[in-house]
């Protein structure tokens, strides 16, 4: 039985005071975390004080990014370790706009993907919709190859815990509703390429979440599909009331 995670993507929105702010706003009403998994992905300098706030509750911080190397001569980077430190106990990797934007690619991802298991903080690997239209054109291998690459040296021990996500880049930020038979469709696809690489055992366990324009109106539709476990939500999870409604979804 996968456990549902439902994340909040704040990405360069909010500071210190205000994530805090909402964290106080929601905290007595989230689920218990043996029912759901909740988690706010936040910017690395507001991780420790939302830690303290959410002290006693089962909600998890995330980062949204770390570097690829453990230490050294990186400046402006910020290690796993350090992230670990301040309170995260998970971290997104190779979201569409840190592909796009910052141009990682596969092998970055792998790098960043390796060092955050090393210091014991679990990975959100994001996934986008080339590999559905990938899929679309009869091109199967692109789809194997992007996972492929990012997971490569992953340990299927450490495969248990990883969280992936599809996210078509049509959907995200944009004003395009999220089809739920595209987001099944393309949990699915990861989930057939995990088996692939770790077997039907590990495929049939790794938490796979999508993300795309979610919000309090269509989520219920979205997480209803059999191979969603989760989503991961930008805009529409900055105000807490939306959030809490999202993170209810199943009443
Ligand atoms: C995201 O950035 O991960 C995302 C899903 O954004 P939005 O929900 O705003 O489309």
Known sequence: MRKPFIIANWKMHKNIEESVAF???IKAALPQVADEEVGIAAQAVALSSMKQTAQGTSLQIIAQNAASELAGPYTGEISARSLADAGASYVMLGHLERR??????NQIINQKVRSALTTGITPIICTDDKMVQAEVNGEIHYVFD?????????????LQKIVLSYEPSWAVGSSQTANPKVAQQGC???RQTVANLYGSLLADQVRILYGGSVNPQNIGTIMAQPDVDGALIGRASLRPDDF????????
Do not use: T
Request: glycine letters at 6%; hydrophobic letters at 40%; zero cysteines.
């Open 244 to 251: 809490l409604e999202m993170v209810n979804w199943q009443q």
């Open 100 to 105: 796009r934007l910052f141009h990682e690619d």
């Open 23 to 25: 964290i106080n706003q």
């Open 146 to 158: 992007q996972l492929k690459g990012v997971l490569k040296g992953v340990d299927p021990a450490h």
């Open 188 to 190: 699915h696809r990861i």
